[in-house]
């Protein structure tokens, strides 16, 4: 079977930045739909859930068959329960503490996942990796007001005990996606994308219905705002993370990674527009020098 044609750069660029700018949208609306009654587990739970049945919907169509030998499953479903507390973690951050800080704390992934990889026997990180990661330390540390310098607009400052636990939320969610993306790079890689990503979505649901029945906050929207914020992030997410992996194969030479961390640029607009979130100056040119350096990282010589 020949390899489908490449996308022109300019054309996988552009629609990179729409993913991106999707993904942000989903968890602008994920927030939205929390401030309106829905919490953590609902959200992911219906998210997941759509997004598992955008995906089967294109197996169908395709004529894939849904099998999966029994070694490759159970790995599978131990991916999905890393991508399930990445899932869970991620949305907590956004909950507490500004869509794009969350998401700039979130996508440190890129380091975690080198580190992870080293410290596996791994190939060492680059020279470049080596310089790139304590810039991004640092530009994170600003972006997030480690020092207390950033005087954001009146009441639109976090407590202090909200920030650190939703920092918290959002790296733990980054170290979870970090290992799901190893491991599946050494387990699920001859695995279909498609049928891979169905069992993971099916994985994620179940976890989040169970996280919400046993922690009794299984909770809906409580105004059509919130419904309508709910459906939205539904459809954001399991649109985004369908395009993504259908346009995957055909994006040639465009460097993905560096791309995707217009996320967080994107979210802090959408989060200011949407939700009136402001965060300081200086937060904002840390979140610069984070993505910066986060483009270094995956932009180098392989």
């Known amino acids: 079977m020949s ?7 300019w054309l996988g660029v552009s629609l990179l930045l729409l993913i991106a700018v999707s993904f942000a949208s989903n968890h602008v609306a994920a927030r939205l739909a929390f401030d309106h009654g829905a919490n953590v587990a609902t959200a992911v739970a219906v998210r997941s859930m ?17 099998r999966m ?7 599978a479903v131990g991916i999905g329960l890393l991508v399930a507390i990445q899932s869970l973690c991620l949305y907590s951050a956004v909950a507490r503490i500004p869509v794009a800080l969350a998401l700039l704390a979130f996508n440190t992934f890129p380091l975690m996942l080198g580190l992870i990889s080293w410290a596996a026997g791994g190939e060492r990180p680059s020279r470049r990796a080596f310089v790139a990661m304590p810039i991004a330390l640092f530009g994170l540390a600003v972006a997030l007001d480690v020092a207390g310098l950033a005087r954001p607009p009146a009441g639109a400052a976090t407590a202090p005990a909200s920030m650190g636990v939703g920092v918290a939320f959002a790296l733990g969610g980054a170290a979870s996606f970090a290992s799901a993306l190893y491991l599946t790079t050494r387990w699920l890689g001859s695995t279909d994308g498609r049928l891979r990503t169905l069992v993971l979505m099916l994985v994620v649901t179940t976890v989040a219905i169970g996280a919400g029945a046993l922690g009794g906050r299984f909770d809906w929207p409580a105004d059509g705002i919130g419904w309508a914020a709910l459906a939205a992030l539904t459809v954001l997410y399991s649109s985004a993370i369908t395009a993504l992996f259908v346009l ?8 993905n990674a560096a791309v995707m961390n217009f996320e967080p640029i994107a979210a802090l607009f959408l989060g ?3 939700l009136d979130q ?3 100056t200086i937060q904002i040119a ?3 020098v984070v993505i910066g350096a986060i483009v270094m990282l995956t932009t180098g010589r392989r």
């Open 3 to 9: 390899s489908p044609t490449p996308l022109p750069r």
């Open 50 to 66: 759509g997004a598992a049945l955008f995906v089967l919907a294109l197996l169908a169509q395709a004529g894939v068959a849904l």
């Open 69 to 75: 030998s029994a070694p490759t499953l159970r790995r």
């Open 248 to 255: 995957l194969p055909r994006l040639g030479a465009v460097n």
């Open 272 to 274: 200011w527009v949407v």
């Open 278 to 280: 402001h965060v300081a």
């Open 286 to 288: 840390g979140a610069l």
